[in-house]
């Protein structure tokens, strides 16, 4: 960069002498601005962009020091060397002596030491300013930041805020220069609330870094309190010997609000706001505790609303949800502080009720229970009555766990459920028998794909126009070792609770692709074979692989498979639910949306997953007489299938009305008895030979 000189002198031949001198050596380096007189000089000086001066001490309109104390008052930072002509030389150096850095005589004017010295007095300049420029920075940077940044000297007096620490302790830096650090950041205990040792006294002590401990308060100015965490660390010489040292403050006020909500959601249930069955078992494992320390009992109820579903299917789900909100109240309003209301999931809630030494104290508390919830609830214009079914187990009358404690209350509500709904039941020996039975068909499941005994029935789907079949719904039917045939709501529950369900929708998955393989190299088109997947199987890591490796082994099109998910699937892990879909999509799989209508976002899910198919839930089809809502309902969902360019079948067509409807309405695509029941692969052959072998 090159560095502007400015000579001042009334001689022409010094200037020009200078100048070449300058050029000569370090050319490349300076420009001279030349200035005769000294009003010249101060003008041109004023413009600025000035490094160096040489200066000629006696000029036409100036002699001697006051030429100097002119330049030296305008510009006392730029470097001022005198130009000294024989006999000057007393003067040159009284000049020194007041600020001048140095002077050349005249015979040396041609010199290279002219150059040197000039690059030599700017050469501590321009190491000011840089450092000038770093502290700026540094000071910008420390501005810049949300963390709190406190510098002390060696006897632990403040020395420095930042703008953070200026606004988290409420203190300017001003005003906290020099004051002790423990006046400034005061900070204490969050739970004892007694004074804490600052980590900045044992860094001045100890010359190591040093933090604080969870749990602490700074305490600002004006009184108010912040969650802090922090860092301190000494500040040392070249020589490495502490000079001071400073404190970063990190406000975690919002991190710490934020792990308490995350907490108290990870434990609540995000409806109703009541406890969740991860904070309800804790609580019962409490209970338990407390029972054995003082022989006391309690009680555990647990209550289903009674015909809740068909509210929900004929008002809608908004109003659903209200309605187990305003239960919720109630419930919440029936019991003391110290008993436990817990929402389980749909319309089951459980009620743990502590210090009941008689087991009649919980059926006053069930009886009351009934009373208050059956009692009308004004929900969105509506007039609603629910009633509930409550089963009471005790502890330790009943039970000796928690686990067992619950099941044996779900025992006895479906015995109020069996007794007329909107009762109660204690309880007994005799229901272990509904528990046991449930245990037998555990058992049994668990040996029943090593025994064969699944099989898969296959529904059409149909083209509603022509009749012809366009696609199959593989169903799993279990032929228990008893005989019976047994439908998948009777025992998949179970399965997914004991962790079957994965082998078993394996095997439904390969069975459904080598069945559909087989009537095509039998010259039978089935369409496409669609496969109901659980939540857990799609949750797996070895999902698509599993999927692909079935592909292959049976060497089905990838197109021809359909797998079909409920909304509840994908509300359990939206991102990863999105990915696998996605990877499914690519390899060819049509994906499918299963009791479309029944959840709580179902049409936003249309957009964010790469659904294919929107089955509409035979919920809608069974009310078309009795429901104008269910129609328009219907009729909404197939327009906006085909603004998605997604296909659309209905489900649960069970006679010619209902045909009729919807062909009125352009629905193409349907499923239901009015075609064909679920019926066995053979019995699927003869319907595609009838109807024409598909599409």
């Not at 109703?272 to 494992?285: A, E």
């Not at 004004?378 to 502890?395: D, F, Q, R």
Request: proline share 3%.
């Amino acid at each position: 960069m090159r560095q502007n000189i400015l000579l001042i002198t009334k001689d022409a031949g010094d200037a020009e002498t200078l100048r070449g001198t300058l050029d000569r050596t370090d050319g490349d380096r300076f420009t001279v601005h030349w200035a005769t007189t000294l009003a010249s000089g101060l003008a041109r000086l004023n413009e600025g962009g000035i490094d160096a001066m040489l200066v000629d001490l006696r000029l036409p309109d100036s002699q001697g020091q006051a030429t100097f104390d002119a330049l030296f008052s305008s510009a006392p930072r730029t470097p001022i060397m005198t130009l000294c002509a024989d006999g000057d030389e007393a003067l040159a150096r009284q000049v020194e002596r007041l600020g001048s850095d140095g002077y050349f005589l005249k015979p040396f004017f041609d010199s290279y030491i002219v150059p040197q010295s000039l690059r030599n007095v700017m050469r501590p300049q321009t190491l000011e300013e840089r450092i000038l420029n770093e502290n700026a920075r540094a000071e910008t940077t420390l501005n810049s930041i949300s963390d709190a940044v406190i510098g002390t000297d060696l006897a632990g007096n403040v020395d420095y805020l930042n703008a953070a620490a200026e606004s988290m302790t409420g203190w300017s830096r001003n005003e906290a220069r020099g004051q002790p650090l423990d006046r400034v950041m005061k900070i204490i205990n969050s739970t004892t609330r007694e004074p804490k040792r600052n980590p900045v006294d044992m860094v001045l002590q100890q010359n190591k870094p040093m933090g604080l401990t969870a749990g602490t308060l700074l305490i600002q100015r004006d009184g108010s309190e912040v969650a802090i965490e922090d860092s301190a660390a000494p500040i040392q010489d070249s020589s490495g010997n502490i000079n001071g040292a400073v404190i970063v403050v990190h406000d975690v006020t919002a991190a710490k609000a934020m792990a308490m909500k995350m907490a108290y959601l990870a434990q609540h249930d995000f409806l109703t706001n009541l406890p969740n069955r991860v904070l309800l078992s804790d609580r019962i494992t409490q209970a338990i505790k407390w029972s054995e320390r003082n022989g006391k009992s309690f009680s555990l109820l647990f209550l289903d609303l009674d015909n809740f579903k068909l509210i929900n299917d004929s008002l809608g789900h908004e109003i659903g949800d209200k309605l187990l909100v305003s239960v919720a109240q109630r419930l919440s309003d029936c019991i003391r502080r110290s008993d436990t209301v817990s929402r389980q999931g749909g319309d089951e809630f459980l009620i743990l009720l502590m210090d009941e030494t008689d087991a009649q104290d919980a059926g006053l508390v069930a009886g009351k229970i009934l009373d208050v919830v059956s009692q009308p609830h004004s929900i969105a214009g509506h007039e609603l009555i629910v009633t509930a079914s409550i089963g009471i187990s005790s502890y330790p009358r009943d039970v000796d766990d928690a686990e067992a404690l619950i099941k044996n209350a779900d025992a006895a509500m479906y015995k109020a459920k069996e007794g007329g709904r909107n009762t109660f039941r204690y309880f007994s020996s005799s229901m272990r028998a509904r528990v046991d039975a449930r245990r037998a068909i555990e058992a049994d499941l668990r040996g029943a794909l090593v025994r064969q005994e699944f099989l898969l029935h296959y529904q059409p789907e149909v083209d509603l126009n022509s009749g012809k079949i366009i696609g199959c719904e593989a169903l799993l039917r279990w032929k228990h070792p008893n005989g019976e045939l047994m439908l998948p709501g009777d025992f998949i529950p179970i399965a997914e609770e004991c962790g079957l369900i994965l082998s078993i929708g394996r095997w439904v998955l390969r069975e459904a692709c080598a069945q559909a393989k087989s009537w095509h190299d039998q010259g039978r088109n089935p369409g496409s074979m669609a496969v109901n997947v659980s939540a857990l199987e799609l949750a797996q890591n070895d999902f698509i692989p599993r999927v692909k490796e079935i592909l292959n082994e049976t060497g089905l099109d990838s197109r021809m498979l359909q797998i079909e998910i409920t909304e509840s699937v994908l509300m359990r892990e939206t991102k990863s639910s999105a990915m696998t879909l996605h990877k499914l999509k690519e390899m060819g799989v049509v994906i499918a949306m299963d009791d479309f209508g029944t959840g709580y976002s179902s049409l936003s899910y249309l957009t964010n997953f790469p659904i294919d198919i929107i089955k509409v839930d035979r919920s809608f089809v069974a009310a078309i007489r009795t429901s104008a809502d269910n129609c328009i309902i219907i009729s909404a969902i197939i327009a906006l299938g085909a603004s998605l360019k997604q296909r659309v079948i209905v489900e649960g067509i069970e006679d010619a009305e209902q045909l009729a409807f919807l062909k009125a309405i352009n629905c193409r695509e349907g499923q239901g008895f009015l075609f064909s029941r679920p019926v066995s692969a053979e019995k699927f052959a003869n319907l595609l030979y009838l109807r024409g072998d598909g599409p």
